[in-house]
Protein backbone atom coordinates (compact mmCIF):
# COMPACT_ATOMS: atom_id res chain seq x y z
CA UNK A 1 0.00 0.00 0.00
CA UNK A 2 2.95 2.66 1.00
CA UNK A 3 4.63 1.85 -2.35
CA UNK A 4 1.45 2.70 -4.40
CA UNK A 5 0.87 5.62 -2.60
CA UNK A 6 5.01 6.69 -2.94
CA UNK A 7 4.07 6.41 -6.89
CA UNK A 8 0.93 8.08 -6.74
CA UNK A 9 3.06 11.13 -4.91
CA UNK A 10 5.76 10.43 -7.61
CA UNK A 11 3.11 10.71 -10.47
CA UNK A 12 1.50 13.62 -9.14
CA UNK A 13 4.81 15.87 -8.36
CA UNK A 14 6.46 14.88 -11.82
CA UNK A 15 2.96 14.97 -13.98
CA UNK A 16 1.49 18.46 -12.24
CA UNK A 17 4.98 20.17 -12.38
CA UNK A 18 5.65 19.34 -15.79
CA UNK A 19 2.41 20.18 -17.00
CA UNK A 20 2.61 23.67 -15.72
CA UNK A 21 5.76 23.97 -18.30
CA UNK A 22 3.37 23.11 -21.16
CA UNK A 23 0.13 25.68 -20.01
CA UNK A 24 2.71 28.04 -20.18
CA UNK A 25 3.76 26.69 -23.73
CA UNK A 26 -0.01 26.52 -24.56
CA UNK A 27 0.02 29.84 -23.46
CA UNK A 28 2.78 31.78 -25.21
CA UNK A 29 3.60 29.37 -27.87
CA UNK A 30 6.59 27.83 -28.98
CA UNK A 31 8.64 30.45 -30.86
CA UNK A 32 11.33 30.62 -28.93
CA UNK A 33 11.73 26.48 -28.75
CA UNK A 34 11.20 26.84 -32.71
CA UNK A 35 14.28 29.30 -33.16
CA UNK A 36 16.17 26.45 -30.94
CA UNK A 37 15.25 23.69 -33.29
CA UNK A 38 15.92 25.67 -35.92
CA UNK A 39 19.59 26.72 -34.91
CA UNK A 40 20.43 23.31 -33.90
CA UNK A 41 19.51 22.40 -38.19
CA UNK A 42 16.35 21.08 -37.27
CA UNK A 43 13.10 21.03 -38.79
CA UNK A 44 10.84 23.62 -37.21
CA UNK A 45 7.93 21.55 -36.61
CA UNK A 46 10.20 19.62 -34.44
CA UNK A 47 8.95 22.03 -31.82
CA UNK A 48 5.26 21.33 -31.45
CA UNK A 49 6.75 17.80 -29.89
CA UNK A 50 7.09 19.82 -26.82
CA UNK A 51 2.91 19.57 -26.52
CA UNK A 52 3.30 16.17 -26.92
CA UNK A 53 5.94 15.90 -23.79
CA UNK A 54 4.97 18.30 -21.83
CA UNK A 55 1.10 18.33 -21.86
CA UNK A 56 -0.32 14.94 -23.27
CA UNK A 57 2.68 13.06 -21.44
CA UNK A 58 2.05 14.64 -17.93
CA UNK A 59 -1.75 13.69 -18.34
CA UNK A 60 -0.97 10.23 -18.96
CA UNK A 61 1.07 9.82 -15.81
CA UNK A 62 -1.44 11.83 -13.29
CA UNK A 63 -4.00 9.83 -14.40
CA UNK A 64 -1.84 6.60 -14.41
CA UNK A 65 -3.17 5.98 -17.76
CA UNK A 66 -0.75 4.33 -19.65
CA UNK A 67 2.29 5.93 -17.28
CA UNK A 68 5.12 4.05 -18.07
CA UNK A 69 4.66 5.43 -22.04
CA UNK A 70 4.22 8.93 -20.73
CA UNK A 71 6.92 8.45 -18.23
CA UNK A 72 9.29 7.18 -21.21
CA UNK A 73 7.96 10.32 -23.53
CA UNK A 74 8.84 12.69 -20.88
CA UNK A 75 12.44 11.39 -20.16
CA UNK A 76 12.70 11.54 -24.24
CA UNK A 77 11.00 15.28 -24.12
CA UNK A 78 13.57 15.66 -21.53
CA UNK A 79 16.51 15.24 -23.05
CA UNK A 80 16.07 16.74 -25.95
CA UNK A 81 15.66 19.89 -23.51
CA UNK A 82 19.16 19.44 -22.07
CA UNK A 83 20.69 18.61 -25.97
CA UNK A 84 19.12 21.99 -27.17
CA UNK A 85 18.56 24.39 -24.59
CA UNK A 86 21.47 23.50 -21.60
CA UNK A 87 23.80 20.98 -23.68
CA UNK A 88 26.57 23.42 -22.29
CA UNK A 89 25.87 23.24 -18.96
CA UNK A 90 25.95 19.81 -18.51
CA UNK A 91 28.40 19.81 -16.26
CA UNK A 92 28.30 23.35 -14.70
CA UNK A 93 27.59 23.68 -10.70
CA UNK A 94 25.67 26.92 -9.63
CA UNK A 95 27.48 29.34 -6.60
CA UNK A 96 25.67 27.04 -3.97
CA UNK A 97 27.43 23.57 -5.52
CA UNK A 98 24.41 22.42 -6.87
CA UNK A 99 24.07 21.50 -10.18
CA UNK A 100 22.48 24.20 -12.90
CA UNK A 101 20.56 21.29 -14.10
CA UNK A 102 18.67 19.87 -10.86
CA UNK A 103 15.37 20.94 -12.17
CA UNK A 104 15.85 18.88 -15.76
CA UNK A 105 17.91 16.45 -13.98
CA UNK A 106 14.76 15.84 -11.89
CA UNK A 107 12.58 15.69 -14.65
CA UNK A 108 14.40 13.37 -16.66
CA UNK A 109 15.44 10.86 -13.61
CA UNK A 110 11.76 10.77 -12.07
CA UNK A 111 10.36 10.28 -15.87
CA UNK A 112 12.61 7.36 -15.85
CA UNK A 113 11.37 6.00 -12.75
CA UNK A 114 7.50 6.26 -13.58
CA UNK A 115 8.76 4.37 -16.87
CA UNK A 116 10.16 1.57 -14.95
CA UNK A 117 7.45 1.39 -11.75
CA UNK A 118 4.61 2.13 -13.84
CA UNK A 119 1.26 4.26 -11.74
CA UNK A 120 1.01 1.67 -9.24
CA UNK A 121 -2.30 0.32 -7.76
CA UNK A 122 -4.26 4.56 -7.84
CA UNK A 123 -3.86 4.46 -11.63
CA UNK A 124 -6.12 3.76 -14.20
CA UNK A 125 -4.65 1.08 -15.91
CA UNK A 126 -2.57 -0.36 -12.82
CA UNK A 127 0.20 -1.57 -14.48
Known amino acids: MNDDIGKLV ?15 KLRYGVGGIEAMVH ?3 LPGFLAYGVFVGEVIAPLLVIFGFYARI ?6 VNMVMVI ?8 LDL ?3 GGWVLELQG ?3 FASIVVALIG ?6 NRQ
Do not use: C, E, Y
Open 10 to 24: LRLTLGILMLLHGIA
Open 106 to 108: FFL
Open 94 to 96: DKS
Open 70 to 75: GGVIMA
Open 39 to 41: NHG
Open 83 to 90: ALAHGSQL
Open 119 to 124: PGKFGI
